[in-house]
């Protein structure tokens, strides 16, 4: 039966779908009869299609409530569809407006001539939080601080388009909007092709051609870098995926330093010049030293950077000016006076309470208007006057009549609605829509398409993703045939072949490096719990106390059982030790357990979300999802249900590492994954081979069988030899094999060849504190006889030579560890590659 699409609009709201008579709007046509064309199944499938689709690519959105980070971000299947010529007249009018904020921004950082001739209130300017006093007189490339800018309109029950907010100083949601325009392009291929949808990529490549004109160095390639708050901003997702998509490198404020007034990236091999710098940091933040000292987000020094001229921001710091409220009751005006134009696509009516007639018309009709902080702070109010009584009524009057300036008041507006899927059928919600643009050398480009927004029910006030809010694409129709448009250049200028991409920034490669020593000290701790629990089954009568000892003191020495001063107690005590190993898989406050592992490496993700795979991602995902189904199943028979938690986990590591073998190119980043893999895994071998040693059956088969099989070993020992196990082959195995890729010298000799390619390694003309460390353990390790190792003296094996050297190689870990972080984690020279004199910076700022 297919979905009932004739459901009236509600009353009060214009209606996107049907006209006054009832009647499909032509624009929406192809949607609907592709709708009615399949069962309500069928359309439920599109939504939970969109869903899959979005949680496969890891699309969240940071909602700052109980619902905590990584909130699945909500999507709409049905679009909201623009007619051709409905769109050429938004479009318009918002190059317009583009171009008049800009002309203001230009003069209030200039020779605020609008303040002079009296045509705007001082106010508007020198009163305003988000006025920057040390950013006044910086010269902007282009002429154009407003380089990317993002209006928020509504249509009215009046069929107008009005603007409702203006977005000047970081205009978020334009990934997001390529993100749904990819998810829905995919559920309704057929409608889309038919309709003839605009395409997006044009605006992309606009964009990357515009920043790379506010370059300061003419010539080369310009370092573009995308500036972000961090993973705990509301938009990360949308940052780390326009940062790949448009092909820049993602920072953090700790990820650039100033030097004599120029910018710089922190990379592997020392500083690199940054010529444009796309921030997502609120203007405030962005240089503590000038600005707001208490920002950990930002650069210092970087106004100082701008102000010189090496590098160029977008949007200019202080640009969130135009972003004010009040700043919408003098547009019109302004627009007259700057362009000699009426403002074509007017404002939300807006009064600004600082001048005393609006300051009485508001008093008067406060029942019937929204009022707000005049200037955008953080922790501003809002207020809806119907919502007031009496008492509050006249107490809101009173604080408005202490501070006017503060305050401004605009019309409450009724927004349309538009067909949205929700329920097993179609409903109308009121949307808001986020129009972008960006500047070219000829003025603006808006984007075809754009971020609609749906209000979580029909009678809420506000349209907000932080409120309950989803998403729709928005299909911006063609007349004629659509421009087939990519980010991929079509000129045929020579590309310079390379092999590297651009040198691999510190904090990236510290991350990287730390997802390999978590990600191995998951796997390692699963196979020795997976281990442990099969030799402490209920099936055994705990006949296996002894082998369980050299297990426990394994996971003891790693950490994954915490406060265990006596093994051998534990060990006979089967109930105690079902519990403790259950902690040590699903305890969250347990450091070491496997769900903190798993809550490590879903963090580095994270953090990293610009340089792994979409499948990388979904592994990472997944990891989760096994420990989420142990806690959402319980079950009379937990060990089972741990055991195959364990087993999950171990197979989904290994598609990690599958990934991260043959799908990542052998460039830095791969280098400090593998060292930090290889790290981890020698200290586990090592406590497990110690553990081992100390036990009185240390030459047990049985315990050397448990061994190789935690150590991963046991089908190729047994293809070597048709005996059991014996202590010399299992040393010789798990720590002289250079074959083995779970043995200590193929560890070492793995983390060797790393090191050959690390920029510090291959410049230095001695051998570098890291490299002294590997050599000399390395060294001892292959100079050993497993003959000779295996020659243990009973109550002797603290004095024996495999005990020696494998605590030799234990603390030499740690020892490595400190010697990469020294080299390459921190950095204060400049690179190598930027010493030419072009690139040299130019002498201090007298």
């Known amino acids: 039966m297919a979905p009932r699409t004739d459901i009236p609009g509600a009353v009060g709201h214009y209606d996107e779908l049907r006209d006054a008579a009832g009647k499909v709007r032509p624009h929406y046509e192809q949607v609907i009869a592709d709708l009615q064309r399949r069962d ?40 909201f569809v623009i007619s051709a010529v409905e769109w050429a007249g938004i479009e318009k009018a918002l190059i317009q407006r583009a171009t008049l904020l800009n002309a203001v921004l230009t003069d209030s950082y200039g020779p605020q001539l ?104 003419p010539a080369g390639e310009p370092r573009v870098v995308l500036l972000t708050p961090g993973p705990y901003n509301e938009t990360y997702f949308e940052q780390a995926y326009l940062a790949r998509y448009l092909g820049y490198t993602l920072v953090e404020g700790e990820d650039l330093t100033v030097r004599d ?5 922190k990379t592997l091999s020392g500083l690199e010049p940054v010529d444009v710098i796309l921030r997502r940091v609120d203007d405030d933040f962005c240089d503590p030293l000038e600005l707001r000292n208490d920002s950990m987000l930002g650069v210092p020094g970087l106004v100082r950077a701008v102000r010189a001229g090496n590098v160029a921001l977008a949007n200019a710091m202080g640009s969130g000016l135009a972003e004010a409220p009040a700043m919408m009751a003098f547009l019109p005006g302004l627009c007259r006076k700057l362009l000699g134009e009426n403002l074509l696509m007017p404002s939300v009516a807006t009064w600004w309470c600082g001048q005393e007639t609006p ?54 507006m009724t927004f349309s609605t538009a067909p949205t899927w ?21 003025g603006y480009m808006a984007m075809p398409g754009a971020l609609t927004r749906v209000a979580a029910s029909t009678d809420s006030p506000l349209v907000s993703m932080q409120k309950g809010g989803s998403s729709k694409d928005t299909w911006v129709l063609s007349e004629g045939p659509v421009e087939n448009v990519t980010l991929l250049s079509t000129t045929r200028t020579p590309v310079e072949l390379r092999r590297v991409g651009h040198n691999l920034g510190s904090r990236v490669a510290n991350h990287l490096y730390w997802l390999g020593r978590y990600a191995e000290l998951a796997e390692s701790s699963a196979r020795l719990l997976r281990s442990t629990l099969l030799r402490c089954s ?118 990690f590492h599958g990934l991260a073998k043959e799908n990542m190119t052998r460039a830095q980043g791969w280098m400090f994954l593998d060292m930090g893999h290889r790290i981890e895994r020698t200290v586990y071998i090592c406590e497990l081979l110690l553990a081992g040693l100390r036990s009185a059956d240390a030459e047990n088969p049985s315990l050397l069988e448990a061994i190789l099989e935690v150590g ?36 070492f000799e793995r983390i060797d060849q790393q090191f050959k390619h690390l920029p510090r390694e291959q410049s230095s003309a001695v051998l570098t504190p890291a490299m002294r460390v590997l050599l000399e353990n390395s060294t001892n390790l ?65």
Not at 45 to 71: H, M, P
């Open 538 to 655: 209920p099936e055994s009568g705990m006949s296996e106390t002894p082998l369980l000892m050299p297990l426990l003191e394994t996971l003891k020495s790693l950490g994954v059982l915490e406060d265990l001063p006596d093994v051998s107690v534990l060990a006979s005590q089967q109930e105690q030790i079902e519990a403790r190993l259950l902690e040590a898989i699903f305890d969250a406050h347990h450091p070491a357990s496997i769900r903190s592992c798993v809550s490590h490496i879903q963090r580095i993700g994270i953090l990293l979300r610009d340089r792994i795979s979409v499948d990388t991602w979904r592994v990472i995902s997944l990891l989760s999802d096994a420990l989420d189904t142990y806690d959402n199943t319980p079950s009379i028979t937990p060990m089972s249900d741990a055991l195959n938690v364990l087993t999950r986990i171990i197979l989904e590591l290994a598609s």
């Open 422 to 442: 929700e329920d097993g059928r179609l409903v109308h919600k009121p949307i808001s829509v986020r129009v972008y643009l960006v500047a070219t050398k000829d």
């Open 261 to 265: 007034d120029r910018v710089y990236l």
């Open 782 to 846: 292959q100079l050993c006889d497993p003959t000779e190792l295996a020659r243990v003296e009973p109550g002797q094996w603290s004095q024996t030579q495999v005990a020696r050297l494998l605590r030799q190689l234990i603390d030499a870990m740690p020892a490595l560890n400190n010697a990469l972080t020294a080299a390459y984690f921190a950095h204060s020279t400049i690179s190598s590659s930027d010493s030419d004199p072009a690139a040299e910076p130019p002498p201090p700022a007298r």
């Open 359 to 412: 300051r009485r018309q508001v008093e008067q009709r406060i029942d019937q208007l929204v009022i707000k902080s005049a200037f955008r702070v953080r922790g501003r109010e809002v207020h809806f006057g119907e919502n007031l009584a009496a008492a509050e009524r006249a107490a809101f009057i009173e604080r408005l009549r202490f501070a006017p300036d503060r305050w401004a008041a605009q019309e409450k």
């Open 712 to 747: 991963d070993s046991t089908i190729t020992y047994r293809n070597r030899y048709s005996l059991l196990p014996q202590l010399a082959a299992v040393y010789d195995l798990l720590m002289l094999d250079e074959l083995n890729p779970r043995g200590l010298r193929f560890q």
């Open 114 to 217: 609008l303040i002079r001739k009296g045509d705007m209130p001082a106010a508007m300017v020198l009163a305003q939080p988000a006025y920057l006093r040390p950013c006044h007189g910086i010269k902007i490339p282009n002429a154009k601080p407003l380089q990317v800018y993002g209006a928020d309109i509504a249509r009215a029950k009046d069929g107008r388009w009005w603007v409702i907010a203006d977005r000047t100083q970081i205009p978020t949601g334009a990934g997001y909007a390529l993100e749904n325009r990819l998810i829905t392009s995919r559920l309704l291929p057929e409608v889309f092709r038919d309709a003839r949808v605009r395409r997006l990529a044009g605006f992309f490549r606009q964009m990357q051609l515009s920043l790379a004109a506010l370059a300061p160095r």
């Open 40 to 79: 309500s199944a069928g359309v439920k499938r599109l939504s939970d299609t969109s869903r899959r689709l979005l949680a496969e690519r890891g699309v969240t959105f940071n909602i700052y409530d109980a619902k905590g980070l990584d909130t699945p971000w909500q999507m709409d299947p049905v679009p």
